[in-house]
């Protein structure tokens, strides 16, 4: 019990430490590895697709394979996206909505499991499924009603409607998740904490939270990338131009007949890079995992 | 286009559109106000298109703004959207505070005539009333801006303005038809010759799209080289029941079977877009695509290694066209009033000219004014049409889902799914199945 | 499971639940989480089950949209929904979506995160693990429209088509397969491909870092008793991460019965219909279609579809979760 204070989980997936390292590497291992790599290979492939492809210039586009180098870089696709599209203002309309969809989503997922997970209220796997069922229901079925109610509420081409919705879907997540994690949370620690004197709230803040703080990095983590790449509702409630998300952005590319390809590809590329840094920047929180905090 | 054709000489017929060359747009007051500038300032009026900011419509449209700030004093806020973001979300998107005050809209039965049926935008009786726009549009593209209580087109109430007009013809590789000395094919019997020649030749003549709207399209002309205007008014204005048996489909669907047989049409056109086909054309790998006016400024400077020249499909009196996308006034219009004189501002000389001379098909243009041959010659093109009232609207608008129907049945007869009688029984009962609930 | 693998079972003993709740309370009451539920409960109801009822309710009308008149319809819908050659078919494809983005990706999952984990991490180098990590977790990240564009070069019908040149390349002779519009089994076969392209990262970065948890010292140990890696993997990993697997196969489970972007960016449903997916068909007639009716019907009848699946899931976990404790 004495670990629970500290991480969880170990920090990397491959201690370092690993003492067998002495021992020869046999050659099934060299073969188990090479495949490994391979499978990455095949993995990235289609993106190094999209390198090659968005320094063409529309003629050169329209004359080689996908597969040709381009006969020269050309910077026409990136020049037009930037000078056409607002990519700035898609950005930080992008990373304002994930950010606060995957705050308040942990947020109300905590609430939601605590009451299920510690609480133990009555009934809890059926209020499970009924905030899974955010998750459940399909999307286009929210289309309607919703666009509705948020233009009563004047909450059209604002940012909000995608926080509020979401929010909501991806806590649906959280909540299955954390009360399954909260159930099995140390009992002893509990007690301890209501000897002392604690309230509930004060329990849920100072104790719980601080430790399963690592499963709810990774659930931020989850949340922001789902809804970074959410398409259809967003479609529905953003409306003006300035209050676009960048795959929506991306969409405005797409013509009623022909498509201006080069420009997609070279808008493509621009919008994934900041998508790319915010992975590297948290890929190892995700190393911890979704059960992290379970007791070691 | 390197081409510079004999229509050049300048009689230029767009008068078959401009019925009447009447002044019109800024000088004439509207009713309900005085046309001083300045009347309207403070105010902002919300503008939603879809075209690309340098095509015709993008390039005229924005002339019409500046001319409609200077006229009004009033400020436009310019959206543009993409056309499937559009139509996904119109039906909605018209009817809530976040509606602009005026939009384009894909017209036809499904669309606009979808809309008007369900009220998300509003009657222009009044308008074409004051403004006279009922006078400049030519029969056949004013099919399209009239809508009955059930969404069918070509009569009942004004709901839409339509800008210009749009039809659909054989794009050909000049140079390849030179290469293997062919003629430009004026009949169905020399067209066929050709393609032999083609495939003689290791050359795949005709490429198209079965995934997306171009095969569609092909199929629709064929059906219309063996149709009368009645078959027309049958197929897309419910009028009688279409004979999914007749002469016109059975052609339409055997032609093509035949095609694709002879490898006139590779059978790789199921899995191709519109763009595929579009970008084979312009890096010459076919020498033919059947195609609409929309591709003409994009073959225009994307083809830079050949010649290429466009010509009617032989044969046929009706072809697939009608006048283009249209203006619409949403219900949730918060100035109706002010769209429209912005709608009348679009139709005016100046801007119509415009449209046409960057590439365009306008519909109320001064045919004198129009200079560029590459233009005129698309425009003499797009009157032979009109001359023989050829227009006959495009193959998906009878039902709202057709568009969807008529490519799966197209890829499933260049896969094998379907021979051409059972496309043809396929195709009925998508039709029926709707037409049946609305006749 | 070996009886030399105590740890283990002390593990999971520690996963006993308790009726009670389980802050011990002066007054005993469990009454006060209830408030914790105010906001969630809020939230739920108006975001979800508003439009759920709203649906549901729809689904008994025949409505054109906008401002058109509803006309109730009785079950109309639904009996229509049954003899509905696209739903059906339409539902068969759902089999093959749960193949490709729930079964195949968890157990290539396993394998993988296995490898890098066990074969990569620790016999070779840690960051050379991470890295991959990283690059089979990159489709999750990128919008599916992006993953369109990239899939439509790959799976070009003619010789321009990259899969089809690679091919060409190995067998010598020309391929030409019109991989989205030749048939419906090369067509869903690339639409299971891309499903597979997307989802294999979640599952991995899950199962690694559930991998994370287990203690070097049993696999030392169960070196030594000269188990071999599948044995290891049997007997140590997968007991290890099953709730992991649970996770990963619910969550998955339910995204595969109502996907429908795959679809929508690479084939638009076709050849012929043969790749629709019910979330795709209800999407289509929602948007395009005559009778919004008809769409709520479609969209119920998945609802009710994915509910069940869910119950299900959640009474085996629960059941599972009993047993061990």
Request: proline fraction near 5%; aromatic fraction near 12%; charged fraction near 15%.
């Amino acid at each position: 019990m004495t670990t629970l204070t500290t991480d969880a989980a170990p920090q990397s997936a491959a201690p370092a430490k690993g003492s067998n390292k002495s021992r020869p590497r046999t050659p099934a291992e060299w073969i188990l590895m090479i495949l490994a790599c391979l499978g990455a290979l095949i993995v990235v492939f289609p993106m190094v697709l999209l390198l090659i492809n968005a320094f063409k210039s529309p003629a050169d586009y329209a004359n080689s394979s996908p597969l040709d180098l381009p006969k020269a870089l050309d910077f026409t696709g990136i020049k037009t996206f930037w000078e056409t599209q607002n990519f700035p203002r898609a950005l930080w309309n992008s990373i304002f909505i994930s950010t606060m969809v995957a705050v308040l989503g942990v947020i109300l997922s905590v609430l939601n499991s605590f009451a299920i997970g510690i609480g133990r209220v009555r009934g809890r796997t059926w209020i499970v499924l009924a905030f899974l069922m955010a998750n459940l229901i399909p999307q286009e079925m929210l289309f309607d009603p919703l666009f509705k109610l948020y233009d009563k509420l004047g909450l059209l081409s604002n940012p909000w409607s995608v926080i509020i919705t979401f929010t909501v879907i991806q806590a649906a997540f959280g909540t299955y998740l954390l009360s399954s994690l909260l159930g099995t949370f140390p009992k002893e620690i509990l007690e301890a904490a209501a000897v002392d004197g604690a309230s509930r709230g004060k329990i849920l803040r100072s104790v719980i939270v601080p430790i399963i703080r690592p499963t709810l990095s990774v659930l931020m983590v989850f949340f922001f990338i789902w809804t970074w790449n959410e398409f259809l509702l967003p479609l529905a409630f953003l409306n003006t131009s300035d209050s676009l998300t960048v795959p929506l952005l991306l969409e405005q590319l797409n013509g009623e007949r022909q498509t201006d390809t080069t420009t997609l590809i070279a808008g493509t590329l621009i919008s994934i890079i900041p998508t790319m840094i915010f992975f590297l920047i948290f890929q190892r929180t995700l190393t911890r995992g979704i059960t992290a905090g379970a007791v070691k | 286009m390197k081409r510079r054709t004999a229509a050049a000489a300048g009689i230029l017929a767009v008068g078959a559109l401009a019925l009447t060359a009447c002044s019109s747009g800024g000088d004439e007051p509207a009713a309900s106000g005085s046309s001083g500038s300045g009347d309207y300032a403070g105010q902002t009026l919300t503008v939603m298109h879809y075209e690309g900011e340098d095509s015709a419509m993008g390039i005229a449209w924005n002339k019409a703004i500046d001319i409609f700030e200077q006229e009004t004093g009033a400020t436009v806020n310019l959206q543009t959207t993409a056309f499937e973001d559009l139509n996904s979300s119109a039906e909605q998107l018209f009817d809530s505070s976040d509606a602009p005050d005026v939009s384009e809209y894909n017209k036809g039965n499904g669309t606009a005539g979808q809309l008007a049926s369900i009220g998300v935008i509003q009657n222009l009786d009044k308008y074409y009333d004051e403004y006279g726009w009922g006078d400049k549009l030519a029969s056949g593209i004013d099919t399209i801006a009239k809508y009955d209580e059930n969404g069918v087109m070509g009569s009942g109430d004004w709901y839409g303005v339509p800008n210009y007009g749009e039809f659909v013809f054989l794009y050909y590789n000049k140079d390849m038809f030179d290469q293997y000395g062919l003629t430009v094919p004026t009949t169905m019997d020399e067209l066929e010759s050709d393609m032999q020649t083609f495939v003689d030749n290791g050359i795949t003549p005709l490429t198209t799209s079965a995934q997306e709207y171009p095969m569609g399209q092909l199929w629709y002309q064929l059906a219309l080289s063996q149709a009368d205007r009645q078959w027309v008014n049958d197929y897309q204005l419910y009028q009688n029941p279409v004979d999914w048996t007749g002469k016109e489909v059975t052609y339409a669907s055997s032609t093509l079977q035949d095609w694709i047989s002879k490898g006139y049409i590779s059978k790789d056109v199921s899995g191709m877009t519109a763009e595929d086909a579009g970008l084979q054309f312009i890096n010459g790998e076919s020498p033919m695509f059947y195609s609409g006016s929309w591709w003409y400024g994009r073959m225009l400077s994307d083809i830079t290694d050949f010649n290429f020249g466009i010509t009617n499909w032989p044969e046929t009196t009706l072809t697939p066209g009608s006048g283009g996308n249209i203006w619409v006034i949403p219900a949730q219009s918060k100035n109706p009033d002010l769209a429209a004189k912005f709608i009348d501002i679009t139709m005016s000389p100046e801007v119509q000219n415009l449209l046409g001379d960057s590439g365009g098909l306008p519909v109320a243009a001064d045919a004198s004014q129009i200079t560029d041959p590459d233009a005129q010659t698309l425009i003499s093109l797009f009157n032979e049409v009109n001359d023989k009232d050829g227009l006959s609207f495009y193959p998906d608008w009878p039902t709202p889902d057709f568009y969807g129907d008529l490519n799966s049945v197209m890829q499933g007869l260049v896969n094998g799914t379907y021979d051409a009688t059972s496309a043809n029984a396929q195709l009925g009962t998508y039709y029926e199945d709707y037409v049946s609930t609305v006749q | 499971m070996s009886s030399s693998l105590p740890l283990v079972r002390e593990q999971r003993r520690k996963r006993r639940p308790a009726e009670a709740a389980r802050i011990p309370e002066r007054s005993g009451s469990k009454l006060g989480y209830w408030l914790y539920f105010i906001p969630g409960a809020i939230a739920v109801g108006i975001v979800i089950f508003y439009p759920l009822v709203r649906n549901l309710r729809l689904s008994f009308f025949h409505w054109k949209g906008g401002r058109a008149e509803e006309h109730f319809a009785g079950l109309d819908n639904w009996i229509a929904l049954f003899s509905d050659h696209e739903f059906l078919q339409s539902f068969r494809n759902i089999f093959l979506v749960v193949i490709a983005m729930v079964i195949i990706p968890t157990l290539l999952g396993l394998i993988i995160s296995a490898l890098l984990f066990d074969v990569v991490g620790r016999r070779f180098s840690g960051k050379l693990s991470s890295f991959l990590r990283a690059t089979y977790y990159l489709p999750q990240i990128l919008p599916i429209a992006v993953a369109g564009v990239m899939f439509s070069w790959i799976l070009k019908p003619n010789s321009d088509g990259v899969l089809n040149q690679f091919l060409s390349a190995i067998t010598g002779s020309t391929v030409e397969i019109n991989w989205l519009g030749g048939s419906y089994g090369t067509a869903m076969g690339s639409v299971m491909v891309l499903m597979i392209w997307i989802q294999i990262g979640y599952p991995i970065v899950i199962f690694m870092a559930a991998l994370g948890r287990v203690e070097p010292q049993l696999y030392e140990a169960a070196e030594l008793d000269g188990a071999n890696w599948f044995q290891r993997f049997r007997a140590i990993t997968l007991p290890m991460i099953r709730p992991e697997v649970f996770v990963v196969a619910l969550t998955t489970t339910i995204a595969a019965l109502k996907v429908f972007a795959p679809v929508f960016i690479l084939t638009g449903g076709g050849p012929t219909k043969s790749t629709y997916v019910p979330s795709f068909y209800a999407y289509n007639e929602f948007i395009k279609g005559p009778d919004k009716g008809y769409a709520a019907t479609i969209a119920s009848a998945i609802t009710i579809v994915v509910f069940v699946v869910a119950v299900i899931f959640i009474q085996v976990q629960t059941r599972a979760e009993r047993k061990d404790a």
